[in-house]
């Protein structure tokens, strides 16, 4: 089937996905897959500043990363374990570049379109090798909060009233997903989208922040290649020799802490407290492999603790 007509939409390109040019029509504007780490709702892999330096073309496109690989890999299996599970729903690739009608700057990508009676009913995300933390029941509507971004951006981009989202989890289970379109919601991602791609388009990089992904992005972007100098600020130096010295003083009183418990402890293996573990002892040999007490390297970690409602 060719691509389905979208109202509110139109076909930017039709290009395979990572491609030059579906990624050159992906930098006219904010793409769903980038809102969530706009907002601030998911920074594990993005951050306002590694995205803005993207869409000004001062950073290469993403498309090296094992994992955008293994997903596009794996989509026609979890397409197809969907439309097994959901007869009658006809499932036609979102192969592209979509574009809003209404607001250029506004675009999408969907893994592909759930057609009900020869009309688009809704788009099918597909989400493989996720782990369970933040999914919900199979059947429900809840899924992790930069998903529900990503769907939400993608039905105001389409004007479409549904998402499904279909997850492959720990390589094992496939749970089912159905997310309505929430205008509410979506305002408030335009919003933040739009304040966002006038920055792009003023040069007014976003503030920057402690996020691991603007770090790689400063250190692709500048690679210190000048034998040069620049003069910083007083206020900046100081800035940077407290927080080296701020970091050297809590290693030492982390460091002291893990010598404490590890006394404590003897040769026992967890630290407890309030009834709770607090720390777990780990005994390795210098492979790397655990070993019984006493013969090997010994290591502390943390035990997160599970946040308590009331």
Request: net charge neutral; with cysteine.
């Given at each position: 089937?060719s691509a389905p007509?979208?109202?509110a939409?139109v076909?930017?390109?039709d ?8 990624h ?13 780490a ?8 993005d ?6 330096h993207?869409?000004?073309g ?8 094992m994992?955008?690989r293994?997903?596009?890999f794996a989509?026609?299996f979890?397409a ?6 959901h007869?009658?729903?006809?499932v036609?690739s979102g192969r592209?570049?979509?574009?809003s009608?209404?607001r250029?700057w ?13 009309e ?9 090798g996720?782990?369970h933390?933040?999914w919900g029941e199979d ?17 105001d981009v ?5 998402a499904?989202?279909?997850a492959?989890l ?21 919003d933040?989208g739009w304040?966002?791609w006038?920055?792009v388009l003023?040069?007014d ?5 402690a ?17 040069a ?8 130096a ?10 050297r003083?809590?290693a030492?009183?982390k ?16 630290a ?6 607090l720390?777990?002892?780990?005994v390795?040999?210098?492979k790397g492999?655990t070993?019984?007490?006493?013969t090997?390297i010994?290591s502390?970690?943390?035990v ?7």
């Open positions: 089937m007509e979208i109202a939409a076909l930017l390109t290009a395979e996905p990572h491609t030059p040019e579906w050159q029509a992906r930098a006219g504007g904010i793409g769903a897959s980038e809102i969530a706009i907002a601030g709702l998911h920074t594990t892999w951050s306002p500043t590694s995205i803005y993207r869409k000004r001062e950073l290469p496109a993403k498309d090296d990363e994992r955008l293994f997903g596009t989509e026609p979890i197809g374990e969907w439309a097994r599970a007869p009658g729903h006809e036609v592209g570049v979509w574009v009608r209404e250029p506004q675009r999408a990508s969907p893994d592909r379109f759930v057609v009900l009676g020869g688009v009913a809704g788009v099918l995300e597909l989400k493989a996720s782990r933390d933040g059947g429900s509507d809840d899924i992790p909060v930069h998903y529900r971004a990503q769907v939400q951006w993608q039905m389409l004007g479409v009233p549904l499904h989202v279909a492959y720990d390589g094992r289970e496939l749970r089912c997903y159905t997310i309505d379109y929430d205008p509410a919601d979506a305002k408030l991602l335009r933040i304040e966002f006038q920055r003023d040069g990089p976003p503030p920057l922040d996020l691991p992904a603007t770090t790689r992005a400063l250190k692709a972007r500048w690679t210190g290649a000048e034998d100098e620049v003069q910083v600020p007083a206020t900046m100081r800035q940077y020799r407290a927080a080296l010295a701020a970091e003083r809590a030492e009183r460091t002291l802490a893990v010598n404490r418990l590890l006394e404590r402890l003897g040769d026992a293996r967890y407890v407290h309030d009834g709770q573990r720390a777990v002892r780990s390795y040999d210098r492999y070993v019984r007490p006493k090997g010994v502390l970690r943390p997160e603790q599970k946040e308590t409602s009331e």
